[in-house]
């Protein structure tokens, strides 16, 4: 069974420092991984990809995300955080074998503060 | 705009109602999927279908049901609500490598 973690609830920083939002996954076979936002009554937007190739993925509106598969990590990072980066983020995971839904986790919602 | 439409995007009706919710995948996205959100349990994976043909259930409950039609486009029938069905519900499509959300529909349940 699939299964992500976002150990976070709340991750707050200051606008421009830089900002890590935390994702673990398990999966049986080798993960698609995935980084979503969700901003006040909208819908879910996608971010970025890690499907192969380089391990640093980088996606939409400066962020970026490692793949670590012997910590089984993905968490995504930007270096300087805006004010309008404050949103609900959600990880996500998929095995690779077959076309099967995707698996998130329970989201982290970052605050930037002026 | 992802390409995947969801109507209504409101509903409020009562306890013990029947709902239908619509979702029309992008253009050539075999695959629909649906998720449920709630403030406590973050997107719960409900039910997949691929061409017309159910492929994954999730978390769903047996009072709700779910379609894919030869058009593609999808229904979610939730039927004897109660108030814990109150949540965003969000169709997506896609393929293994990508999946795009439509923007909710926002069930009330009062």
């Known amino acids: 069974a699939q299964s992500v973690a976002q150990p976070e609830d709340q991750v707050n920083v200051a606008e421009g420092n830089p900002l890590t939002v935390k994702c673990t996954y398990s999966v049986s076979g080798n993960p698609y991984l995935f980084w979503y936002v969700q901003y006040p009554n909208r819908g879910l937007q996608f971010l970025l990809k890690y499907i192969t190739g380089d391990n640093l993925v980088k996606g939409s509106y400066g962020f970026e995300a490692e793949f670590n598969k012997s910590q089984t990590s993905f968490h995504l990072k930007k270096p300087s955080a805006l004010v309008s980066d404050s949103a609900l983020y959600f990880c996500?995971?998929?095995?690779?074998?077959?076309?099967?839904?995707?698996?998130f986790g329970k989201g982290t919602r970052l605050s930037v503060i002026a | 705009d992802s390409g995947v439409t969801q109507t209504p995007k409101h509903l409020i009706t009562a306890t013990g109602q029947r709902v239908t919710l619509r979702c029309s995948p992008r253009s050539g996205d075999l695959s629909v999927y649906w998720y449920q959100q709630s403030l406590d349990q973050g997107l719960q994976f409900l039910i997949q279908?691929?061409?017309?043909?159910?492929?994954a259930k999730g978390n769903i409950l047996e009072r709700f049901s779910a379609q894919q039609f030869p058009d593609l486009h999808s229904e979610l029938n939730l039927s004897s609500l109660e108030l814990g069905d109150s949540a965003l519900y969000f169709c997506a499509s896609g393929t293994n490598t990508e999946a795009f959300f439509g923007q909710g529909t926002r069930l009330t349940v009062v």
């Open positions: 279908y691929y061409n017309g043909e159910e492929r």
């Open positions: 996500a995971v998929r095995d690779r074998r077959g076309n099967t839904p995707l698996v």
